[in-house]
């Protein structure tokens, strides 16, 4: 292994054995493995937590002890074989690409599409019109980088609606115009009885769409989400 992968394989971590401050990272196999920064570079992380995809789709999640000189990409594509080595194994056969490769940094080109990518493609085809809603109560800042990330997704079909909870400024209001224009539209309404129910009603009953889509505004949205 330790021929395989240059340095070693890192030691994997169970949940309970994780604390803070923790690297949190999310990489997709499909791309190319990153280098993990030391201890010293991550603001004294200890741990690292990866999220790792392929081809965008989720696997899993691995936990691994970040020493101070961080870890390579082959330390970290040993970490991924070491805790879900069966599974990206198969997922990887199944692409006619090798797992583990011989350059972990470098990106994957497999001969075929990748089942879930394809998978993803003909449900968007015919994917039905989305209001995504935001909730939200004086935290303008934490509103404006999820509107950011909402304003990222790759559906075809989609409206922002957000519902400013018994406001005491017009904050809200103001993160609202910086996005609109945009190339999603944007709609805003305000709840002047406080409490979130109340605001998920008002949500439902002044939405444009059948469908709705629920994010809370300090959360950061996956592009695919």
Do not use: K
Request: contains cysteine; negative net charge.
């Amino acid at each position: 292994m330790d021929g395989a992968f240059g340095g070693g394989a890192p030691l994997v971590l169970g949940p309970g054995d994780v604390d803070a401050p923790c690297l949190c990272v999310d990489v997709d196999l499909a791309r190319g493995l990153p280098r993990l920064p030391g201890r010293t570079e991550s603001g004294g992380a200890r741990h690292a937590w990866i999220l790792v995809r392929l081809f965008t789709e989720p696997l899993g999640s691995v936990r691994v002890g970040l020493p101070e000189a961080g870890l390579e990409p082959g330390q970290v594509a040993a970490a991924v074989t070491a805790a879900l080595g069966d599974l990206v194994v198969e997922r990887a056969a199944g692409l006619g690409v090798p797992w583990p490769p011989s350059d972990p940094a470098q990106p994957m080109h497999p001969p075929v599409t990748p089942p879930f990518l394809a998978s993803r493609a003909r449900v968007l085809v015919s994917a039905p019109p989305m209001t995504v809603v935001i909730c939200t109560r004086e935290r303008p800042e934490r509103l404006r980088a999820c509107l950011t990330s909402v304003a990222r997704q790759r559906y075809p079909r989609y409206a922002v609606l957000v519902v400013d909870n018994a406001p005491s400024s017009d904050r809200t209001r103001a993160v609202v115009r910086e996005h609109a224009g945009g190339p999603v539209p944007i709609d805003y309404v305000v709840e002047p009885r406080p409490g979130l129910s109340r605001a998920r009603n008002r949500a439902v009953a002044v939405a444009a769409t059948d469908t709705l889509a629920w994010v809370d505004d300090d959360e950061l949205a996956d592009p695919d989400w």
